[in-house]
């Protein structure tokens, strides 16, 4: 299994209170195709508030 150092990128789908994660979309070693999974993620869920992010820096982020 991949650790956090090998896949710092996380395209991740909030609750609707903003407060905690529902799902780990994707995680990715790459910031282009991470951004390239955020923005087919905000397409594919346009009412959901997605963010992208490493670590706990969010670099992204689609709030509805």
């Known amino acids: 299994m991949a650790t956090d150092d090998e896949l710092p990128f996380k395209v991740e789908q909030w609750d609707r ?6 799902r780990v979309i ?3 070693a ?3 195709v991470g951004r ?3 923005e ?4 594919q869920y346009p009412e959901a508030r997605i ?7 969010v670099i992204g982020e689609n709030c509805s």
């Open 17 to 22: 209170a903003g407060n905690q994660i529902e």
């Open 40 to 43: 087919a993620a905000c397409s």
């Open 26 to 28: 994707a995680r990715t």
């Open 30 to 32: 790459n910031l282009i």
């Open 36 to 38: 390239r999974a955020f």
């Open 51 to 57: 963010t992208l992010g490493q670590g706990i820096r």
